[in-house]
């Protein structure tokens, strides 16, 4: 295999496990459990599921914040774990920097704006100047769309809206010339209104600025407005990925099936859906074979309390992790 | 007139600032029938929380009612002493909160909560109140088991549908609720949604319902009113104001949110951010980020016009020639 085939972002057989309850009765609990996927150059990624589903635990490996279990991230064809020095991890972080899902907290309040871009600068681009570094603060304020920039990079925290707060969470990742940016549900805390200059601005970043992104969210409305490719993730495993229109036109897994019936459409013509789910999803902990969704499934087999199903082709690029589908018959769980 | 179970007229609320007042809830008026299920929408800031708890007289300093009135079953809440207003909490009006978490008492059981709430209202016999309790506990889908749990045992789902069982332990007349929905996921908010209207249904309590997305409620509530910048910018029957907005703001708010099914349309959303309250504007409100402002809007504030069974706050829906109104919010009958 060359060089050149290797994706962005790799992920192979990615697992975390948390020990959790005391020496007396050790538990693990599994919060990403073997996921594989990738990210290719100039691509929005969309990571869908409930809260606890581990989409928030993956962003945090990615980040190198958690340390696998097991499994490999390899960014660029390069083992991530193996960037050990500070040099390596420094660039590391550059290129593949976070935006958190809470702009209220995730902004040092004491500081003006520009504190967080500027140090940035310092410590991921030390060749500028810092004539340079606040040339290149104005550029990334204005691509963001937070102008007049050198007005608003004088500004503190407090006098900023969250929608202006979760702009300057990307204008600190973009300083740092990101090939990936990981953004853990970055529309979540926003108002409706304001979510979808959030999504126009994830788009645009794509589409000038090159940068892939590892979008984590629930909403699939917003995912399905801004992403390439989807993937759907249960109780710490991948249920589906495929190309984003494919899955949510012919969702193969009953779990995207109830997660699209669940998606509050008002342009639907009307109605309350009947199939109602009250399930949860669960804690994984010290799991036993079987499909993880088999307790909320109405259509589950047999094989489905025994066997594991695994992530297969379903049709191209379209995978499902579901015996039912696996076996060609029609999935129709919900919706 | 006196069938309804709450009417809520020219009501106003001010938060006193140092440098001055800011007017959060601006002549509001609505009425609620027995049963019926009123949805409040608007971005952060436009007063619906504020003007929930003006109604639930929940408002604490520097907030203040300076206005209006607020006739529940007959009764005026507004300057209703404490000890009268304890007799109606629970019993005839609960309030659910936007984070159960905090809502909900750390250190003691589900039970035990829902123990002070009926003791409060001298339900005395242990035995009354641990079926009473497993009932209500049942009713949301929730194991009665759990009344031995703590809040931070459950769910967030679990913890928000514990809090409605706990609304309804007096089977309510009216049941308020601020963004019940807003920290679950999809999933969690679309059943817990249906549960609302299934109980809604089966008890007959009506329902204020206070959220920012508009879309959660659009299968769900029978009135809209949309609320911008303290004041109601449009109001009607929920299917029309989806179906044909006639105010620039609801129509702003309908085109922010991508659809899952249908063409993938590009949206813009509403550009600028919510006014200042502090600083008064001179005309309308929405004005400075309305794509259809002309000169009148920025002179003189509009009234509420009756538009098809609605009323919208929008000088695109005056019938007559440009007449000029008094510049006092006062003037028009803010009533629905």
Redesign the interface.
């Known amino acids: 295999m060359t060089a050149t085939a290797d994706p962005l972002l790799r992920t192979e057989g990615l697992s975390k496990h948390f020990r959790i309850g005391n020496t007396l009765s050790p538990r693990t609990l599994h919060a990403v459990d073997d996921v594989s996927f990738s990210i290719g150059e100039r691509e929005i990624v969309a990571l869908a599921g409930e809260s606890g589903s581990g989409k928030s635990t993956i962003a945090r490996l990615l980040a190198k914040i958690y340390r696998p279990t097991s499994g490999k991230v390899f960014f660029e064809g390069k083992s991530v774990s193996s960037m050990r020095s500070r040099r390596d991890r420094l660039r590391y972080s550059g290129l593949a920097p976070m935006v958190f899902q809470d702009p209220f907290a995730s902004i040092n309040p004491v500081f003006r704006v520009s504190h967080g871009v500027m140090r940035g600068l310092k410590l991921h681009r030390p060749e500028l100047t810092s004539e340079q570094r606040l040339d290149e603060a104005k550029r990334v304020f204005e691509v963001v769309g937070l102008t007049p920039a050198a007005d608003v990079l004088e500004r503190y925290p407090h006098e900023l809206s969250g929608g202006q707060r979760q702009r300057v969470g990307f204008a600190q990742a973009l300083a740092m010339r990101p090939k990936l940016i990981i953004a853990d549900e970055p529309v979540s805390m926003l108002d409706v209104s304001i979510r979808i200059g959030l999504l126009n601005l994830m788009a645009k970043l794509r589409d000038d600025e090159d940068v892939s992104i590892l979008f984590i969210t629930h909403d699939l409305a917003s995912a399905r407005y801004v992403a390439d490719r989807l993937i759907v993730m249960y109780a710490g495993q991948i249920a589906e990925t495929g190309p984003m229109e494919e899955v949510l036109v012919n969702p193969k897994h009953p779990y995207t099936q109830l997660l699209l019936s669940a998606a509050p459409d008002p342009r639907a013509p009307l109605g309350v859906g009947a199939a109602t789910d009250r399930g949860e999803p669960p804690k994984v902990i010290n799991p036993t074979p079987g499909c993880r969704f088999r307790w909320r499934c109405p259509i589950a087999i047999d094989a489905c309390h025994t066997i594991t199903p695994q992530l297969l082709p379903i049709a191209d690029g379209h995978e499902a992790a579901c015996h039912v589908a696996q076996s060609g018959a029609e999935v129709k769980a919900f919706g | 007139m006196s069938g309804n179970v709450l009417e809520v007229s020219g009501l106003s609320v001010e938060y006193l600032m140092d440098g001055g007042s800011v007017l959060a809830v601006d002549n509001v008026s609505f009425s609620l029938e027995p049963g019926e299920f009123v949805a409040v929408v608007g971005?952060?800031g436009c007063g619906k929380s504020t003007m929930l708890f003006a109604v639930a007289q929940l408002l604490t300093p520097p907030a203040e009612i300076i206005g209006g009135t607020v006739m529940f079953k007959g009764r005026n809440l507004v300057g209703l002493a404490d000890d009268s207003l304890t007799a109606i909490r629970w019993k005839d009006l609960s309030v659910v909160m936007q984070s159960a978490m905090n809502a909900l008492n750390p250190v003691k059981s589900i039970g035990a909560q829902f123990k002070d709430a009926m003791r409060a209202h001298g339900v005395t016999s242990a035995q009354e109140i641990a079926t009473r309790s497993a009932e209500v506990l049942k009713m949301v889908?929730i194991d009665p088991a759990h009344l031995q749990s703590y809040p931070h045992q459950l769910?967030?789902?679990?913890r928000q549908r514990s809090m409605i069982a706990m609304a309804l332990l007096f089977t309510p007349d009216l049941v308020i609720m601020d963004e019940p929905t807003s920290a679950?996921?999809?999933?969690?908010?679309?059943?817990l949604m249906?549960q609302i209207?299934e109980l809604q249904e089966q008890f007959g309590f009506a329902v204020i319902f206070v959220t920012?997305?508009?879309?959660?409620v659009?299968?769900?509530s029978d009135r809209l009113m949309v609320m911008y910048a303290g004041q109601v910018a449009e109001v009607g029957p929920t299917?029309q104001l989806?179906d044909a907005p006639q105010h620039p703001y609801t129509a702003?708010?309908?085109e922010?949110?991508?659809?899952?099914?249908?063409p993938?349309l590009?949206?813009?959303?509403?550009p600028g951010?919510p006014p200042n309250l502090a600083r008064r504007a001179e005309g309308c409100w929405f004005a400075p980020r309305c794509p259809k402002v002309f000169d009148r809007c920025k002179i003189e504030p509009p009234p509420l016009y009756p538009v098809q069974g609605r009323e919208v706050r929008c000088f695109l829906h005056d019938a007559a020639a440009p007449v000029l109104v008094p510049r006092s919010s006062e003037e028009a009958g803010d009533t629905i």
């Open positions: 971005e952060s889908s769910s967030g789902g679990m679950l996921d999809v999933v969690a908010q679309r059943s249906v209207k920012h997305d508009m879309s959660l659009s299968h769900f299917r989806f702003g708010l309908m922010a949110f991508p659809s899952i099914r249908g993938k590009p949206l813009a959303g509403i951010s």
